[in-house]
């Protein structure tokens, strides 16, 4: 649990994340994700409860937890004043580790986040991809058994995100566990063998991506985009005890008969090429169990 005052950020949350998994955080904002991750962390303590990081207790050994974890913070702190080669030397001098470890480490985890052929360039002109990747080769540098995320690929391009997701693949399989926060539902998807969606400082669900989508939507989602309003009446009437849900340029259908229901909807004066159907995914959960208003 975590509270500032009367104002309770985090709600007296359980969880267990396996070694060597990846385990992920979902939720609006405001929702308690980045101060679990900051308990997490040891950056934050907590204002009641049990944490345990490494089977160590967060509020008495967390000098021990930080020296085996890795964070990769949500904002970019490299350092601009220096090239990228000297963010992870300085860096390593945190840990105590000898410049004879810390120059071949440095030298390795730049090519493994594909950034040798940059060593010498100062941070400004790298772009928002390479920062995140620097980040993460920044965090390996006292060689983690956890390695923290908060929310690793925003505002990057699909191909840097995918490459980040690579790169975090080979880390999992290289026995690091993985603790993340992101706003994508497809990089939970890819990335997380358990993950929890939180609203308002609580867990409301927990389970792998598949355990959710099967427990929470639909096997099938029908979308029909912008239909005339005089087939308001006949769009309604196909509900045949299916969720329902009417947006403002959108109709969708959730169904485990996806054909079926596409057939009916086929039946009415649609454009074709307006109307979809698709699997269901775990953005239907998270949206079905937060809702679609805006949280600032």
Excluded at 168 to 193: F, N, P, S, W
């Amino acid at each position: 649990m975590k509270t500032y005052g009367d104002f309770e950020a985090v709600r007296g949350i359980d969880f267990t994340a396996a070694e060597r998994s990846c385990f992920g955080f979902l939720g609006p904002n405001g929702a308690g994700k980045t101060t679990t991750m900051r308990m997490i962390s040891c950056s934050l303590p907590p204002t009641a409860g049990t944490l345990d990081v490494l089977g160590m207790p967060v509020r008495e050994r967390p000098r021990e937890i930080k020296a085996r974890m890795g964070v990769v913070p949500q904002e970019n702190n490299l350092d601009e004043e220096v090239s990228v080669i000297e963010n992870l030397l300085i860096y390593a001098r945190y840990f105590g580790i000898r410049p004879r470890t810390a120059d071949p480490r440095a030298t390795e985890l730049l090519e493994f986040v594909q950034l040798s052929d940059k060593r010498d360039w100062k941070i400004p002109r790298l772009s928002g991809g390479m920062k995140r990747r620097l980040l993460i080769a920044r965090a390996l540098m006292n060689e983690p058994e956890i390695l923290i995320l908060d929310e690793p690929t925003t505002g990057l391009d699909p191909q840097a995100r995918h490459l980040v997701w690579e790169k975090l693949r080979q880390l999992k399989r290289g026995g690091v566990t993985l603790i993340l926060t992101t706003h994508y539902m497809e990089e939970a998807a890819q990335l997380c063998d358990r993950l929890v969606i939180m609203h308002e400082g609580r867990i409301l669900v927990e389970g792998s991506p598949r355990e959710l989508v099967a427990a929470h939507t639909s096997r099938q989602v029908v979308e029909v985009f912008e239909p005339p309003d005089e087939l308001t009446s006949a769009l309604a009437s196909l509900e045949d005890g299916a969720r329902v849900e009417r947006l403002a340029d959108r109709w969708l259908f959730y169904t485990n008969d996806g054909d079926a229901t596409l057939g009916k909807v086929r039946t009415l004066s649609i454009d074709p090429g307006s109307v979809w159907l698709r699997g269901g995914t775990l953005e239907d959960v998270f949206l079905a169990l937060t809702g679609r208003r805006l949280v600032e």
